[in-house]
């Protein structure tokens, strides 16, 4: 406890000292500083010492923003807690309203759902629960939700950052850009930083910020994108190049307004620069800001410069790698289906042996619905969904026997079995049709993700697997589906049509951490760990890092769209898409979670496929320090990982 008391009073001292060079300068006035730390509530400093507030705020919350307007009152928004008020730094009061509580069907939960983005002028307040947008004219006494006319792609729009513009609100969103609000929302997107994908397709990059002076629109970006102005509505926009070093990461956190100068806090320092002025200058407070978040409690701080106070956040700083040290650390694995498993148990463990692997993913529930060990499970029985032929321990103890940690990947939604089992209760069902529900070509037959029992019956298998000595549980099809004409998807089994589909598959995965003792881990689609998604799958990286202890993105990057990073050669293509992506699963995880990408060890739109192709995905891995990688191959075969091997 000694060592703990001396590195805190040593931190505050170096603070302090840091603190007198900046009044003696003049740059920094009193009354300079709040943060909120997770183990102590708000810190607060005079500019000459920092002191503990003694205030009512909860302790660990999981801060998103921190705000004061010109009237001292303050406003800290969170990612599960909602949205706390203050009018004095000491004393705060929760005014979220209980139409921002977290839709679910566990019992005792009273969760909010996150405040994604946050704004205010005088009284008027404007906030986003990731996908919908509600407006207060009575600081935060009442709410009304605000209509979304003119925003399109309804199922993809998620909530970034928000502004009032004249009491109209201005809405970022995290793929489909910028909008401003007449009567309806206009798309003044126009000019800002996208990514094309396949065809006319593309995605903008996040909206981080948003700021109104005057006529002038102001747009930050996350991702090292940097800023913009428009000067006429959104009709033009002007990239202003702030000075970024970090290209990959760096977020612009904060734009205010003082006079002719504007501020800029990013995840790097704030910058300002007056109007007249060609390039932007670093604030000598940015080593403050460096120095307060080397306490990787402290989460986000107010920070007040010419009278004005400025948002700066700790998203960036090492220190703040929040994930526990468990068995699902450092795994190194390749995937196999359990026919492959059958015909070459021992190919495959020479091929983990030569080529530095540690694990292996064995499909024990695939994507029809069969389970590959013996249960007692009584719907698995019933439904003639258990196939107990190959022997699975077996298996399990060869692998142990060579030091491998063997996990279990379990398809959860996507369930033919179940699906045509019960007269179809428990399928998703059409709202056109009146009939089950199929997905695309392929009549993919998907469960019910909001169905209880569908959740229920998946975790009772898992638990049988844990049993039968797997090491860990891979959930994989933890989505709704994606094809076909999933606008009629009637979800019979929903009890709040206000749900999002991510709070149902965090309802499963919360239920699954509670009930198993091993790992557990999940699937994701590779662009769901690049952008927040929208409400049409349910895949929230954010919030399925708070309830598993792995997270692997599908990064093959085949599986982009022919455009996407095609301004990088055949050759850099590989590397770039598994570096940024596996950056950006970090960031918008919040370094909860280990992330273990799926990366691609098959043959399909790569011009540069050989050795040299399976590396590059690995110098990708191993440069953006990601905890471990799958290879994926449908078929078992991993001839190229020997050579690769041999070439490395």
């Excluded at 033009?236 to 504007?262: G, R």
């Excluded at 989505?479 to 206000?498: A, H, K, Q, V």
């Excluded at 997270?551 to 770039?576: C, D, L, T, W």
Aim: net charge positive; hydrophobic share 35%; proline share 3%.
């Amino acid at each position: 406890m000694k060592k703990i008391t001396d590195k805190i009073i040593w931190f505050y001292f170096l603070l302090i000292v840091t603190f007198f060079s900046f009044n003696c300068s003049g740059q920094i006035k009193e009354n300079n500083i709040l943060v909120y730390n997770s183990e102590k509530g708000f810190i607060k400093s005079d500019g000459y010492r920092f002191s503990k507030l003694n205030t009512d705020i909860p302790r660990n919350l999981i801060t998103v923003d921190l705000a004061s307007d010109d009237s001292g009152n303050y406003y800290l928004t969170t990612l599960q807690s909602g949205i706390f008020y203050s009018d004095d730094t000491a004393s705060w009061k929760n005014i979220t309203p209980s139409l921002f509580k977290r839709r679910t069907g566990l019992s005792g939960n009273s969760e909010f759902r996150k405040i994604s983005t946050f704004d205010f002028n005088d009284a008027n307040l404007i906030a986003a629960t990731k996908h919908n947008l509600y407006l207060s004219k009575d600081r935060g006494a009442n709410w009304k939700e605000v209509s979304l006319a003119g925003i399109e792609r309804g199922n993809w729009r998620y909530f970034t950052a928000v502004a009032l513009n004249r009491n109209k609100p201005l809405a970022g969103t995290s793929t489909n850009g910028l909008f401003l609000k007449s009567s309806a929302f206009r798309d003044i997107s126009a000019g800002l930083p996208s990514e094309p994908t396949y065809g006319k397709n593309y995605f903008y990059e996040s909206v981080s910020e948003i700021a109104v002076n005057k006529t002038d629109i102001y747009a930050g970006f996350f991702f090292g994108k940097g800023l913009f102005m428009s000067p006429d509505s959104g009709k033009t926009w002007k990239n202003l190049e702030l000075p970024l070093v970090n290209k990959e990461l760096s977020a612009v956190q904060c734009i205010k307004f003082h006079n002719d100068t504007v501020y800029v806090s990013t995840s790097e320092a704030i910058f300002f620069k007056k109007s007249e002025d060609k390039l932007w200058q670093k604030h000598s407070s940015s080593q403050l800001i460096s120095e307060i978040f080397k306490d990787p409690c402290n989460l986000i701080a107010l920070i007040n410069i010419n009278g004005i106070n400025i948002t700066v956040k700790n998203d960036l700083a090492p220190e703040r790698l929040l994930i526990k040290d468990t068995n699902a650390s450092n795994k190194k694995a390749i995937y196999t289906s359990v026919w492959t498993l059958r015909k070459k148990s021992n190919v495959l463990l020479q091929t983990m042996k030569k080529c530095g692997i540690n694990s292996i993913v064995i499909d024990l529930k695939d994507d029809t619905g069969y389970f590959f060990m013996k249960t007692s499970n009584a719907t698995a029985n019933e439904i003639n969904a258990v196939n107990n032929k190959i022997g699975i321990e077996k298996y399990i103890k060869l692998f142990h026997d060579n030091g491998i940690h063997v996990i279990a990947r379990m398809v959860v939604f996507k369930d033919k079995q179940l699906y045509n089992s019960y007269n179809n209760k428990y399928a998703i069902w059409d709202s056109k049709t009146g009939k089950p529900w199929k997905g695309s070509v392929v009549h993919e037959f998907w469960c019910d993700p909001f169905s209880s029992f569908v959740q229920n019956y998946n975790i009772e298998l898992a638990k049988d697997a844990e049993k039968a000595g797997f090491d860990e549980i891979q959930f994989d099809y933890i989505r709704f589906p994606t094809d076909g004409p999933i606008f009629r998807c009637e979800f019979r089994n929903s009890t709040d049509t206000d749900a999002y589909k991510s709070e149902a598959l965090a309802d499963f995965l919360q239920k699954a951490q509670a009930e198993l003792k091993i790992p557990v881990s999940t699937d994701i689609y590779g662009f769901n760990a690049w952008y927040n998604f929208g409400n049409i799958m349910g895949q929230d990286i954010e919030i399925f890092a708070l309830y598993v202890d792995a997270i692997s993105p599908m990064m093959y990057p085949s599986h982009y769209g022919n455009k996407f990073y095609a301004v990088f050669s055949h050759a850099e293509r590989p590397f770039q898409i598994v570096y940024h992506n596996s950056i950006r699963a970090h960031y918008l995880s919040g370094n909860r979670v280990h992330i273990r990408p799926y990366i691609q060890a098959f043959n399909l739109l790569s011009p540069t496929w050989g050795p040299g192709y399976i590396n590059t995905q690995l110098n990708a891995i191993e440069k953006s320090k990601t905890d471990g990688y799958i290879f994926w191959n449908a078929a078992g075969e991993y001839d190229m990982l020997l050579k690769a091997a041999k070439s490395r």
